[in-house]
């Protein structure tokens, strides 16, 4: 297998848009602060009726569903040995890596007792029946496993070049050489550790699907469903390549760069199979349970719904069925952003829409702190994988001639 050649990013870093990116940052660390020294119920709407917000269902749950691009590209190219896709598995394992670090910075904030973060770690606190713990356990694992799967970037950058300055100069060549070192072992045994994070995302990926099931008389029907955690998987897998493909095409036009249109073409092609897939399955389950009696009378959830399935499966299938949306980057990065969506949509709706709690006085609505904490979050992730790109060998060396001035709108609709 020929070598990729791969280099940080040589554009400039400093844009206007990553000054407002910094902004929001800054935001959204001002009301983590508010939160953390004034309390869940100074900050937040969160009650005892409503125990999850927007931090669990949009920064945790639906995070980590748009993070399993990771073990997606891992699986595809490292266990079905489609290695065509090895130039792109680096960015979608940075995004998986970024995806979870900052979901577990939101579900921090979400904790009341934050502080005792800890204690599932212990192995005498552990709560063997508890789906929780199980997926505590598996996120801490799994973002074990991806800061390992990341770490030969890290020896690639930085073997050879430590050049500690003045009395720390005399650890220049042991640090160099344990770099060295690393660099030679890790690759032989990273296969052990794709295989692992393969297993450990279908885990705890159909597990944040089990925590709604502790309440069946509190969820609408429209969702609640004992195969929820099947669905939950299925659809983080359907999700997978289609976020990669967005974080492809998104990094191509905010870099400059040629999308590998070839590649991701032929990418679409199992979006296709997959979200058909979920389709299906979400289809099935709602006409056995027959839920379909639940849909009138017309409802918020009712709608959602409706929106859900269609913007979210239904219209990116028509869309990826067609060879010219595959091979044009402009409506494909649409309809990956409708597949997103979908699926982070499902995720809002079955934890805020379709969870209803008896005796309830309001429905939950989102502070402006909550809001805040979730954008800086968002915003945090985008300028962290900005700085990874710019200081880590993530994307391959572009040829002489490859490099675009500024793609348009128009530019992107098609690719000679």
């Not at 017309?298 to 219209?315: D, P, Q, R, T």
Request: charged share 10%.
């Amino acid at each position: 297998m020929t070598e990729i050649e791969r280099e940080p990013m040589p554009c400039k870093f400093w844009t206007p848009g990553a000054y407002l990116l910094l902004a929001i940052v800054g935001a959204g660390f001002l009301a983590a602060v508010y939160r953390i020294l004034g309390g869940l119920y100074s900050s937040t709407n969160l009650t005892d009726a409503f125990p999850w917000g927007i931090w669990i269902a949009y920064d945790v749950e639906g995070r980590v569903a748009l993070s399993a691009g990771g073990f997606t590209m891992a699986a595809l190219t490292h266990v079905f040995n489609q290695h065509k896709y090895e130039g792109i598995v680096r960015s979608a394992l940075l995004t998986a890596m970024l995806g979870y670090t900052f979901a577990v910075m939101g579900l921090m904030l979400d904790l009341g007792r934050y502080y005792n973060a800890w204690h599932p770690a212990m192995p005498w606190m552990w709560q063997g029946n508890s789906v929780l713990f199980e997926v505590g356990m598996c996120v801490m694992a799994y973002m074990t496993v991806l800061y390992i799967e990341f770490s030969p970037m890290f020896f690639e950058r930085f073997a050879g070049r430590v050049a500690l300055p003045g009395p720390l100069a005399r650890l220049n060549g042991t640090a160099n050489g344990l770099l060295e070192r690393g660099g030679q072992i890790v690759p032989r045994i990273m296969i052990v550790f794709l295989i692992l994070g393969v297993v450990l995302s279908c885990m705890h990926q159909s597990a944040l699907g089990s925590l709604i099931l502790v309440a069946p008389y509190k969820t609408s029907a429209l969702w609640f469903t004992p195969v929820l955690p099947l669905l939950f998987l299925i659809s983080a897998i359907a999700v997978g390549f289609p976020m990669v493909i967005f974080e492809q095409l998104f990094a191509a036009w905010a870099f400059r760069r040629r999308p590998p249109m070839e590649l991701l073409s032929s990418l679409a092609k199992w979006a296709a199979v997959l979200l058909g897939a979920y389709g299906l399955a979400k289809f099935s389950d709602f006409m056995i349970r027959g839920a379909y009696v639940h849909f009138f009378p017309l409802s918020l959830a009712s709608v959602m719904l409706v929106i859900e399935v269609s913007a979210g499966i239904l219209v990116p299938l028509a869309l990826l069925a067609s060879a010219r949306v595959r091979k044009s980057p402009l409506p494909l990065f649409i309809t990956c952003c409708l597949i997103m969506f979908g699926v982070l949509l499902n995720r809002i709706d079955v934890f805020l829409v379709a969870y209803r709690p008896h005796f309830m006085q309001q429905a939950y609505v989102p502070s402006v702190a909550e809001v805040l904490v979730s954008l800086g979050l968002t915003a945090g992730l985008i300028f962290a994988y900005r700085a990874a790109v710019f200081v880590f060998p993530v994307f391959t060396r572009e040829r002489s001639g490859e490099r675009v001035s500024s793609p348009t709108v128009l530019e992107m609709v098609h690719v000679k």
